[in-house]
């Protein structure tokens, strides 16, 4: 069985940091492909970043130069260093395996999350 488990999250002032991060277990982790959703309330689920398992990465143009995601996979993990923060990142973050998959694309409906809340 497939578990994602987010951590990290918090409430900050605008122009703060955080940093989350997800445990994965029942997979192969690090032949995955690994992702970060958000969803702020209203919000559709959105993609944020990616890191392919060869480490290739990519962001959101919402959270380029601001957000950093790394994966360590000797602990299963992959981290979301985010920095600058803005109210308008408030949302709930999910961490998913196979991010451009459809059932990734639904981990804001099923997925735990982490809420980061940020206040200006």
């Known amino acids: 069985e497939v578990q994602l488990v987010e951590s990290g999250g918090g409430s900050v002032q605008a122009g703060g940091s955080l940093r989350l991060s997800c445990t994965g277990s029942?997979?192969?982790?690090?032949?995955?492909?690994m992702g970060w959703y958000r969803q702020a309330p209203g919000n559709g689920c959105e993609l944020v970043s990616t890191?392919?398992?060869?480490?290739?990465?990519h962001y959101a143009d919402s959270v380029k130069g601001r957000f950093t995601i790394s994966r360590d996979n000797g602990k299963n993990t992959v981290y979301l260093q985010m920095n600058s923060l803005k109210p308008e990142d408030t949302a709930v973050y999910y961490c998913a395996a196979d991010p451009w998959s459809t059932i990734a694309a639904m981990t804001c409906l099923w997925g735990q999350g982490t809420q980061v809340t940020v206040s200006s």
């Open positions: 890191v392919r398992s060869i480490g290739t990465t």
């Open positions: 029942g997979f192969t982790f690090d032949a995955s492909d």
